[in-house]
Nanobody, 124 residues
Framework: QVQLVESGGGLVQAGGSLRLSCAASGRAFRRYAMAWFRQGPGKEREFVAAISGSDDRTYYADSVKGRFTISRDNAQNTMYLQMNSLTPAATAVYYC?????????????????WGQGTQVTVSS
């Protein structure tokens, strides 16, 4: 069983930045594909960014390209999401997810483990 714990959320003004972290338990972290999803009020959970376990290849939703950066530190079993130039549209609960088979997809159902989420609120 893998446990994921997000941190780093909070309240920020539009144009500001936040860095989210996702700490994972277990020894197999380096093999997992990892991803960030978010769910805004009244909306479905949507893909934000992902990083492969094999070669650290990164993938982004069009809405965050150029502003968000996903990364991972396998030695620390931690994944990050650096979010810059935030807008109120980014207000959501952000979840980290892990896919044990290492396959990166944009579909929530493809991920095996989830964190509890961290709230990000961007004020205008």
């Amino acid at each position: 069983q893998v446990q994921l714990v997000e941190s780093g959320g909070g309240l920020v003004q539009a144009g500001g930045s936040l860095r989210l972290s996702c700490a994972a338990s277990g020894r197999a972290f380096r093999r997992y594909a990892m991803a960030w999803f978010r769910q805004g009020p009244g909306k479905e959970r949507e893909f934000v960014a992902a990083i492969s376990g094999s070669d650290d290849r990164t993938y982004y939703a069009d809405s965050v390209k150029g502003r968000f950066t996903i990364s991972r530190d396998n030695a620390q079993n931690t994944m990050y999401l650096q979010m810059n130039s935030l807008t109120p549209a980014a207000t959501a609960v952000y979840y980290c997810a892990a896919a044990a088979m290492g396959l990166v997809t944009t579909f929530p159902g493809s991920y095996d483990y989830w964190g509890q989420g961290t709230q990000v609120t961007v004020s205008s």
